[in-house]
């Protein structure tokens, strides 16, 4: 979801835009939302170049999603052969990535806090958190999100054993905010099919989403 005047936009370690993009360490959750996570099933990957670092502390001031919707028990990715070549690792990468994709989908339609926890289990903390403000700004706008952000046209990259790049063609078309009142969608909000990118790490045995961004960049989904 992207703003016409550039609310969503690409976030590198800090929060703006669809609020995503972290570099820090695997999500300690925020006091009273440590649900357990569901399984994950899925064979699918996704790569993006992203610099380790130190985690980064939880923030004392993180909103309080109301309690909503809760996620499926199991969420499955579905293989895609062509992004993965049948490498275990890219498989790994893009199973995190897809994951986060779906979750951060169910985070804005539902604005339930049900979902941090799984979110949380598959990116870094400044991400997560990033994703929890983005969600609660949409409640604050009496909005909330329908449909789920998918993607085509996607390419891993692994230029190290800890760190992975993806760009992909992200549909956000069928992506987007609408008024909590009439369901009518956000104006403001510029929608279609733009490229987009990701930066992962492998950190605790776990690969995880550390940077997430999009453009104004067409692209054919």
Known sequence: MRRATGVHALVACGTLSILLAACGGRVPLPTGIADKAPTTTASTTTSAAATTSPAAAPSSSLPTLPTGATPPPTTTVTTDVAATSGNPT??????????????????????????????????????????????????????????????DRITILVPSATTADITDCQDEYNFYPVEDANGSADPFVQRGYFAGAAQLVFQGGHWLVDVFSTTHVTCNY
């Open 90 to 151: 890219k498989q790994s990468i893009l199973t995190a990535y897809e994951t986060y994709l779906f979750d951060l989908s169910g985070l804005d339609d539902t604005l339930s806090k049900a979902y941090i926890a799984p979110l949380a289990a598959v990116t870094t903390y400044r991400l997560a958190e990033a994703s929890v403000r983005q969600a609660a700004a949409l409640l604050n706008a009496h909005e909330h999100g329908v449909g789920t952000l998918r993607d």
